[in-house]
């Protein structure tokens, strides 16, 4: 079993431009399958992530 522990101390590491991550930036994405969230590096600008929700009526 993994452990997660919150830290509110830390700050995580873009993997790409090895930047502290105080803010991250996202856009949204709108499609006929719904709404998605990119979020990217605000120093860099590199994808870090999507958001997986598909839609408002699946949560
Ligand atoms: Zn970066």
Redesign the pocket.
Known sequence: MIQVEERDDLNPI?P????E?KRVFARKLESAFGVRFIYF?S????TLGVSHRKGFWMG
Do not use: V
């Open positions: 873009c790409h431009c090895a930047a991550i590096c120093s860099c600008k590199k």
